[in-house]
């Protein structure tokens, strides 16, 4: 497929990762058979325990799915290559050094991490930064 390969450059990667903050609150349940009605999970996950569903708070809500976790959705919209080297692991030391965890999923164009609902706007903001200086 042309003009599909992403970056794999590390300082190409963090420079422009452009962090957007997806709106709403997201939740990590798991379920042992399929998606239940009504929810429409932004992430699954298949695991031998069962089914993971990453999908909007007031779906997990409705459906009557326990959770624990509350997170916020950050989207780096840079189009990095799935084997690219670092970013994942630049990204989480610099989260980590100021105390949050971060969850993060690979898709196809995009990463995504998932970081505690009431520390997003920090984690934007300490992305933001490390995009600066990776400039």
């Known amino acids: 497929m042309p003009g599909v390969t992403g970056e794999t450059d590390l300082r190409m990667l963090l420079s422009g990762m452009r962090p ?6 997201y939740v990590f349940t798991t379920v042992d058979g399929g998606v239940p ?7 699954t996950v298949a695991e031998e325990e069962g089914l993971t569903l990453v999908l909007p708070q007031q779906e997990a809500d409705a459906a009557g799915l326990a959770y624990e976790y509350v997170a916020g959705w950050i989207t780096l919209r840079v189009h990095s ?3 690219a080297v670092g970013l994942t692991a630049a990204v989480a030391r610099e989260l980590a050094a100021a105390g949050l965890s971060c969850n993060v999923v690979a898709g196809f164009h995009h990463d995504h991490l998932f970081v505690p609902y009431e520390r997003v706007a920090d984690a934007v903001a300490l992305l933001e930064d490390l ?3 990776s400039a």
């Open 20 to 25: 957007r903050l997806n709106p709403g609150r």
């Open 37 to 43: 009605a009504g929810a429409r999970p932004v992430v």
């Open 81 to 83: 290559a799935l084997e």
């Open 131 to 133: 995009a600066r200086r």
